[in-house]
């Protein structure tokens, strides 16, 4: 079946160095979304990306999908221990569908 | 602001007790779906409802059972609880519009220990 697998599991950084987490389909997606989960709560949405090739930033986030729109990247730059927390990479299970397979997620972790 | 509720966010049950997880969205929106998250596993869908009385399986329903009688409600129902259902579950909604999928808003998630 489909899988989306993420790398690293988990990620140890001093605060200031930048962080990447990898996100990879075993099959083409129509969109892939980005989430972050702090410590205790729960997913919050923080982008979609729809086109091949596409990059989006978000202040020190930047997101990029494949030209294959099989895999996509999360990179922060010059981490803050705001940035804490798990993020996950989803992707519908079926193309244009809203049935989403998450990734297994990359939990990082900020030392001041 | 889009609002997810879960009607608890702790919960203790006996195996083989009968267990009803409920989900209320403020937005009107068409999808709703229930999540378990279970360390290193990620999150994997049960069920997903995309309207009133509609349902589709999602990658783990076995013993698992949903409803869905008004739009903004959703619950997941446990026939008979067993230890292997100890998790999280997740609760979230999104919009569905011109075949596009827009992003899921999550409920703050109900811990269920099964003793």
């Known amino acids: 079946g489909q899988q989306v697998m993420q790398i690293p599991q988990y990620q140890h950084v001093q605060e200031g160095e930048d962080f990447t987490t990898y996100c990879n389909s075993s099959?083409?997606?129509?969109?892939i979304q980005w989430y972050k989960q702090r410590p205790g709560g729960h997913p919050v949405f923080l982008i979609q990306l729809v086109k091949s090739g596409e990059v989006k930033k978000q202040k020190r986030l930047t997101f990029q999908f494949g030209e294959a729109k099989k895999n996509s990247s999360l990179h922060i730059t010059a981490t803050q221990t705001t940035d804490v927390g798990t993020y996950f990479c989803a992707g519908p299970i079926v193309y244009n569908t809203d049935k989403l397979i998450f990734g297994t997620g990359t939990r990082l972790q900020v030392f001041p | 602001d889009v609002k997810v509720t879960q009607s608890s966010r702790y919960l203790v049950k006996r195996t083989g007790e009968k267990v009803f997880l409920e989900c209320v969205q403020d937005?009107?929106?068409?999808?709703m779906f229930w999540y378990r998250q279970d360390p290193g596993l990620g999150l994997r869908l049960i069920y997903f409802s995309y309207d009133v009385k509609m349902k589709e399986k999602g990658d783990i329903p076995e013993g698992y059972s949903v409803s869905r009688e008004k739009k903004e409600r959703f619950s997941l129902i446990l026939e008979s609880a067993s230890t292997n259902q100890t998790s999280m579950y997740l609760c979230?909604?999104?919009?569905?519009?011109?075949?596009?999928?827009?992003?899921?808003?999550f409920g703050p998630g109900t811990r269920l220990t099964v003793t």
């Open positions: 979230a909604s999104s919009l569905w519009f011109e075949k596009t999928s827009y992003e899921q808003y």
């Open positions: 099959t083409t997606l129509s969109n």
């Open positions: 937005m009107d929106h068409e999808n």
